[in-house]
């Protein structure tokens, strides 16, 4: 009885209404669309609208960031579908948004490393976290590399796209990928006001982690005072976050709106198989890879999505993994993972463990051979994600990464450059999904590291809310 009085409480017959009314309204657009009868526009955007209205009710209801969030999406798209050329000038709300976000994540990061290390002076456990973390890395990431290069090949999504009229390639500035020499540097801060500046996040976290050391080695006179600033600035930062994230859903809107309003809705029809291979391939690697980890781990699945549920959105719309950070740090902390193993994992990950998008490039340099003709045997194609392994590493602080990375790849294996325009077209969609990915991935090492440690704390994990979002 219970079960039927919650099924059917007011957000609950909010939540169906809006099915029932997203049904009709797409029988309407598709009989419209096949020309089986003609429906008036007025029509059509009216049931449109009162689908909308009906989640922005139960939004209301709701009062969760994360539901805001995603009726923020919605409401995006219908914005840049009705209203394209404001919405093409509406970037500038998300971009606030990641200026704000930015300024978080050095602090954060700095403070709660040193707090990690120092608090506990088990240096230890340090060395013990980075080789666990990179080795789960490594494999996880190669993992992804091999799903990209099955999807493709099953999908064949380059085969038969019809060359573009004209040279392309003149459009695309040209790049190189970094050499090994570039990448090892990169690693490493030459100033750490211009690391935190750039958001070099590796950097930080290795100026962190030395930081903590030496504070770890102070003598107590001099290691409490820092330690209680660090912890100070921890705090503070996670409640800066929390009031940064309620312009979360504005900025949502905006960068989805955005999309849409300059790319057209008819962009989504385009190269449809190449975004469909994407999709579905890193849809099975979460399911296929992360999930069973998550169950081998014992991880409670549903509290696990709930944590993950805000940073996914947020990273999905903004396609920005810096932007899901803070945020993500915070619920792992929440959801049982100790602060100093959160603090250290996962901005390592965020240069080390791209799972979504070192599967993007594994799929896309095929796409790449299959739209140009050339036939890739098995070797090659191995070859070419045995090089990724190593490349996809300098992924992290650089612009376009993944483009300089695919170009670099291109040139390496004397691939043409000229189909790389083609992905370019939809490469914001599938930046989305990538990025999303690489969000879910990086709190899942959180955890794995965490249970590895013997330091998971499960009633933690069973109780897990985000009461940040709710009461809002």
Known sequence: MAFFQKLFDKKSKLLFLFFIVFLISSILHLLNYYNVTLIHPTLLLVTRLIG????????????????????????????????????????????????????????????????????HADLKQVGRMSWKSILYFEVVSTIALFIGLIAINISKAGVGVNKPVGEVVNQINPMKAQSTEEI???????????????????????????????????SDTYRKPMLTFTKALSETMFKFTNIVMYFAPIAVFAAIAYSVGHMGIDILLNLARLLATLYIAL?????????????????????????????FSIAFATTSSESALPIAMENMQKFGVPQKI????MPTGYSFNLDGTTLYLSLASVFVAQVAGIDLSVSQQIIIVLT???????????PRASLVILLGTAASFGLPTWPIFIILGIDELMDMARTGVNVVGNCLATAVVARWEGEFDDKAARNFNA???EDL
């Open 342 to 345: 959160v603090a250290f994992v």
């Open 388 to 398: 990724l392994m190593l490349t996809s590493k300098g992924v992290a602080g650089v």
């Open 52 to 119: 909308i209205l009906i989640l922005v009710l139960f939004a209301y209801k709701r009062r969760s960031l994360t539901t805001w969030i995603l009726v923020s999406m919605v409401l995006g798209v219908e914005f840049g579908f009705d209203l394209p050329e404001i919405a093409s000038k509406m970037n500038i709300f998300s971009k606030i948004f990641l200026n704000l976000v930015k300024t978080i994540i050095g602090p954060l990061i700095f403070s709660t490393l040193v707090v990690g290390i120092a608090g």
């Open 184 to 218: 090892i540097l990169h690693i490493f801060p030459e100033n750490i006001a211009k690391s935190v500046a750039e958001g070099q996040v590796l950097q930080i976290v290795v100026f962190s982690i030395i930081f903590g050391i030496a504070v770890a080695l102070l």
């Open 467 to 469: 009461d940040y979002s």
């Open 283 to 311: 849809i099975a690697f979460m399911l296929v890879i992360l999930l069973p980890i998550a169950l081998i781990i014992r991880i409670p699945i549903k509290k696990f999505i709930a944590a993950v549920s805000e940073p």
